[in-house]
């Protein structure tokens, strides 16, 4: 952690973190008072991946020498710079090959710190050196392990990520017991990789795994030499170890028109399909306004759930996403506590969440995050809300309507869900969000709560304060969309047989479609293929695509007119349709042999028999009245 700047009379407080969130932690007593100073917690902060990436700070000054009561504190004045950053992940790729002779040098933590077998030996390697762990001294029921820094794994959610290094084992008695475990970290959880048993001596060996589920998150890798004694083994040696992601690219690239435009020019118009990326957009779903209005409760005692909920069909968008945050408005009219509660099912049949909230900032939007997300399911109903348990008050902040009945003013109140419009005639709408995103490892698993307190506990009659918010803003969080959303694409065409490639485009391409205008004066092949342009890299490519030019006789005005020929591939016949009267047809092979030819005409539609030709590829040549139109066909039996 970095240290802040030093002011006099200035304090700070510190943020720790462990797992997934991190706590503001203030000193009791404050240098030269010798009592209890009145410092108060204001946030708790959560992380993608369980580290942190911001740091938030305080300052409070003494007033004494001000005038000032003893005890008085307030706000310092900005000190520039007042912000202190932590540089918490590193990009990948990152690869070791131990070449520094340390594990220091790309920050690896040996874990025990000291008397770890783990090294790095000058003498072996693929090449030398390498990470090896040594049988001696003899150590038993052992774990040694090194771990790396925490990498950056965001920009991969829509992508793979791969793991490679090479491994070797000098085996001594083979039992089976001494493993090397390699691992991954992600969520606040280590999850085995692969795992490798003393089972005879291995010689070097490169690995190439898998582990996109690290994607979208930030990670650390661990390999640990694990096992009941050391002296059953002589060595494991770890080398050349690289961690990489690759964006997804987009698929299908299709040549759908080939337009001749004169003296060599030629336009030629090509499409794909976006990357096939996970889950749905992020976004926050609702049905209040985003802004507080009102508030409800009894006045007393209630013990309710608040929801918003959503048709299977409504949800049917979202599939594969994840509810992973609640969004709400406590208000200052009541006194109360509030857990987290996600459902699915008619009537909120099945509890997928029940989640304690510690603390609250009332009169304020709250963004809590869900420890453990909650997978979709587009089959069921979907509610997402709050139990709200209050002991006075008005305490649920809701819009200014009109409700949305039967979707965002559902209460479970006395037994029974219901629409507070329809049971109390109360015309709001919950102010309750969730968002929704990709959450690798959500799960759907029922909870039962226990028969001591039931659900819906009746505690009065249900109103609305009677006092509006005049100054409310609305709710307008930020939505990051992390480093998996599209910018646009990048076409390249390549000639000499796909050997010279060179980029089409000037700007991204916005849509999945592109006309690219290529001179090419005689019978060639353009090859081309597309990339997709993510926030934080550059997709591998996709399919390529082989656009074939040939000059039949007469090719030389521009066509005009909607031509269709189908089949394609084709295997006893094609049927050529045009908007525009066709009055000739031609149609040649690769060697631009006339295989077919067909010159008076006066159709919109005709039908060409192909069953006789060899399979490959042909040319079509359609003369309308408007012009000429050339089209490659595939012959395949």
Not at 191 to 202: D, H, K, L, P, Q
Not at 303 to 308: N, T
């Amino acid at each position: 952690m970095k240290k802040f700047l030093e002011l006099p009379k200035v304090f700070f407080f510190v943020i720790l973190w462990s797992g997934s969130s991190a706590q503001t932690h203030f000193p009791t007593v404050i240098e030269g008072y010798g009592s209890a100073w009145p410092w108060t917690q204001l946030h708790t902060c959560y992380f993608p991946g369980g580290f942190p990436t911001a740091l938030f700070q305080m300052q409070l000054y003494d007033t004494t020498e001000l005038g000032g009561l003893l005890g008085m504190y307030n706000d310092s004045i900005l000190e520039a710079p007042v912000d202190s950053d932590i540089v918490y992940d590193y990009p990948l790729p990152f690869c070791e090959s131990w070449d520094t002779g340390s594990f220091a040098y790309n920050d690896w933590t040996l874990n025990p710190t000291t008397g770890n077998n783990w090294s790095i030996n000058p003498l072996v390697g693929n090449p030398s050196p390498t990470a090896d762990f040594s049988w001696t001294p003899v150590i038993s029921d052992y774990t040694h392990s090194f771990e790396s820094k925490v990498l950056d794994a965001t920009p991969f959610d829509c992508g793979e990520l791969w793991l490679d290094f090479d491994w070797k084992l000098v085996d001594q008695n083979s039992t089976g017991n001494e493993l090397l475990v390699v691992e991954l970290y992600r969520d606040t959880t280590w999850r085995e990789v692969i795992t490798f048993a003393n089972e005879g001596s291995v010689d070097w060996t490169s690995e190439h795994l898998n582990i996109s589920d690290g994607g979208g998150k930030a990670i650390k890798i661990r390999f640990t030499a694990t096992g009941v004694s050391s002296e059953d083994i002589q060595h494991w040696y770890v080398d050349n170890i690289c961690l990489n992601g690759i964006c997804s690219p987009p698929l299908n690239l299709e040549d759908y028109n080939l337009w001749y435009l004169g003296n060599g020019f030629w336009d030629v118009s090509l499409r794909w399909s976006p990357p096939n990326c996970p889950g749905p957009p992020e976004q926050w779903i609702h049905w209040d306004d985003g802004v507080n209005y009102e508030t409800i409760g009894s006045g007393g005692n209630w013990d309710v759930d608040i929801a918003a909920r959503w048709d299977a069909n409504m949800i049917a968008p979202f599939e594969g996403g994840s509810v992973t945050k609640i969004a709400f408005f406590p208000t200052s009219a009541g006194t109360a506590t509030y857990k987290l509660r996600v459902w699915k099912g008619p009537d909120a049949a099945i509890l997928l969440v029940d989640q304690t909230v510690p603390s609250v900032s009332l009169d304020h939007w709250n963004i809590v995050n869900i420890i453990n997300p909650v997978l979709i399911d587009v089959t069921q109903e979907l509610w997402i809300g709050l139990n709200v348990n209050a002991t006075d008050g008005w305490p649920a902040g809701c819009d200014n309507g009109p409700a949305i009945v039967n979707y965002g003013d559902m209460i479970y109140y006395s037994g029974a869900w219901s629409s507070i419009y329809t049971a109390y005639g109360l015309n709001f709408n919950w102010n309750i969000q969730g968002y929704v995103e990709t959450a690798k490892d959500a799960v759907s698993v029922p909870i039962v709560l226990p028969p001591s307190k039931p659900i819906g506990f009746y505690g009065g009659l249900i109103t609305a304060s009677g006092t509006t918010n005049q100054n409310a803003t609305p709710f307008a969080p930020t939505i990051d969309p992390g480093d998996s959303i599209i910018l646009g694409y990048n076409l390249y065409h390549g000639t000499d047989f796909g050997t010279i490639w060179s980029q089409v485009n000037t700007d991204l391409i916005l849509d999945t479609s592109y006309t690219d205008q290529v001179f090419v004066p005689f019978i060639d092949e353009i090859y081309y293929y597309t990339t997709a342009v993510f926030d934080a890299c550059e997709s591998i490519s996709s399919n390529t695509r082989v656009v074939s030019i040939y000059y039949g006789p007469s090719i030389d005005e521009h066509s005009t007119g909607s031509l269709l020929l189908y089949p394609n591939p084709a295997t006893d016949f094609i049927v050529v349709k045009s908007t525009s009267p066709i009055t000739s047809l031609e149609v040649r092979n690769f060697l631009g042999q006339t295989v077919y030819c067909h010159p008076d005409l006066n159709t919109e539609s005709i039908e060409i028999n192909v069953e006789n030709l060899p399979s490959g590829i042909y040319f079509v040549s359609v003369t309308t009245r408007q012009g000429i139109q050339m089209r490659k066909i595939v012959v395949s039996h």
